[in-house]
């Protein structure tokens, strides 16, 4: 099983980024997505997370409302549209397949995939 991150780049404070997490290997759905970020000098986050089915999503406190984090079987990818964002974004964003979410927090992550660089900045 693969997951290949994509879509970060470079951005000015109050835009928006849509990232992707593509699965291969595996079904989408055998798997709860989630996306974890890390800032320089900082642990690593769990920000959003997506059940299985798609039925529960969960965000972390800094992102709600601002962030949404969708499936799409056809692509057997899972998404996380970005707006409004802030300096404050800034970091390396991960996707992983696990077990359950807890809350925005992926558990029983089996699977990681390569970091996408998102920087917010004017």
């Known amino acids: 099983v693969q997951l290949q991150a994509s879509g970060g780049g470079l951005v000015q404070p109050g835009g928006s980024l849509r990232l992707s997490c593509v699965v291969s290997?595996?079904?989408?759905?055998?798997?709860?997505i989630g996306w974890f970020r890390r800032a320089p000098g900082t642990a690593r986050e769990g920000i959003a997370c997506i059940s299985s089915t798609g039925g529960f999503t969960d965000y972390a406190d800094p992102v709600k409302g601002r962030f949404i984090i969708s499936r799409d079987n056809a692509r057997n990818a899972v998404d996380l549209q970005m707006t409004s964002l802030k300096s404050e974004d800034t970091a390396t964003y991960y996707c992983?397949?696990?077990?359950?979410?807890?809350?925005?927090?992926?558990?029983?992550?089996?699977?990681w995939g390569k970091g996408t660089q998102v920087t917010v900045s004017s």
């Open positions: 290997g595996a079904s989408l759905g055998e798997y709860v």
């Open positions: 992983a397949a696990g077990s359950y979410c807890s809350g925005p927090v992926t558990y029983g992550t089996d699977y």
